[in-house]
């Protein structure tokens, strides 16, 4: 079974309801972490995860609220005794100083009980297993500190694109189709994701997280602005703890966590 767990669905800052990015993608037994906010070592543990089961992170772009949780999470891998390999996707640019700042905290090398593979990540193909070929999309959210940040394509049984943040709506142009796209809400209008809507028929379902604090209480008028493009079944605003079962056939059901 495929499903998406919303650990953490703020934006830039934390709020009293949303902790920030971290999504659980489990394909049977295997889970990966895409972004990696605070608290997310806890909220693995309260949605019922084991950290030992986190096969790979994937990091969309070096703001803190996209990864400030894997400094923990490393360490909580170490005290729990994980033997397994964890791979950790991140933005090339940025390698040298994480490894440097691993080692400072002293979470580098025969330190760690697991061996530790961080991947650099550049525009295309990054990462493949059995369940999933994932390609990384560059995004303009960073372009004005000439830094990289992208959006992630996971291919297998489903098709689910993460946003990640972007610049402008224009990031996605590249998007054709998808069984769930996982889409930002704090870098771009509402005005603009309702009208990429409008063109692109062929998103299967739409989840809105990272959320702009703006917009927070408001999550029943942004719903029903978007039931003027997708039937209700294929609309999740994501809060923390929403659970999503994904299913081949397109057929999808909310259950809610926390
Ligand atoms: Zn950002």
Known sequence: MISLHFLGTASGIPTFYRFNSATLLCCDQDKYLIDCGEPVSSLLLRTGFDWKEIKAVFISHMHADHFSGIFQLLQSLQIAGRTEKLSIMMPENAINTFKSFLELILLHGDMLPYQLEIIPVQSGYIFKDDNFQVTACPTNHLKPYNRPAYSYSFEGDIKIVYSGDIGSIND???LQ????LIMELAHVPLDDVLQFLKIKSKIGKIVLSHIHPDLEGKEKEVFNML??????????????????????EKCYNNEYGL
């Open 172 to 174: 996605l142009r590249w």
């Open 227 to 248: 039931l003027d493009f997708l039937p209700k079944e294929r609309i999740t605003i994501a809060g923390d703890g929403t659970m999503l079962k994904i299913v081949p």
């Open 177 to 180: 189709e998808a069984d769930v």
